[in-house]
């Protein structure tokens, strides 16, 4: 079975940027929806972006549109999380997971069911 590798975490500024990278070993990547999640210190993991197999669609949630960016490469077999304009409330373990049931693109955390294992992104004040 393949895995999905999350990097690019890491301390960061408050009004910086940072890009994420989730690389994934399975061939029928191109074959998922895509979604990035996010887990801070004593609160429920949250979802933050999710992007179509095709790529041409994209949702995000309230607090992260216009500062973050969700785009994938399936020749590479990988999706990014573009992060700018961070703030301290960014700060959180990053998870990339993808929906593995060729259904209905959705937002709902509970779909996806393929995940890895998460990068800590930390936004100093």
């Known amino acids: 079975q393949g895995q999905l590798v999350e990097s690019g975490g890491g301390l960061v500024q408050a009004g910086g940027s940072q890009r994420l990278s989730c690389a994934a070993s399975e061939r029928t990547f191109s074959a998922y929806n895509m979604g990035w999640f996010r887990q801070a210190p004593g609160k429920e993991r949250e979802f933050v972006a999710a992007?179509?197999?095709?790529?041409?669609?994209?949702r995000y949630a309230d607090s992260v549109k216009g500062r973050f960016t969700i785009s994938r490469d399936n020749a590479k077999n990988a999706v990014y999380l573009q992060m700018s304009s961070l703030k301290p409330e960014d700060t959180a373990v990053y998870y990339c997971?993808?929906?593995?049931?060729?259904?209905?693109?959705?937002?709902?955390?509970?779909?996806?069911?393929?995940w890895g294992q998460g990068t800590q992104v930390t936004v100093s004040s």
């Open positions: 997971a993808a929906d593995r049931s060729f259904g209905a693109f959705t937002t709902d955390m509970t779909r996806y069911d393929y």
């Open positions: 992007i179509t197999r095709s790529g041409a669609t994209t």
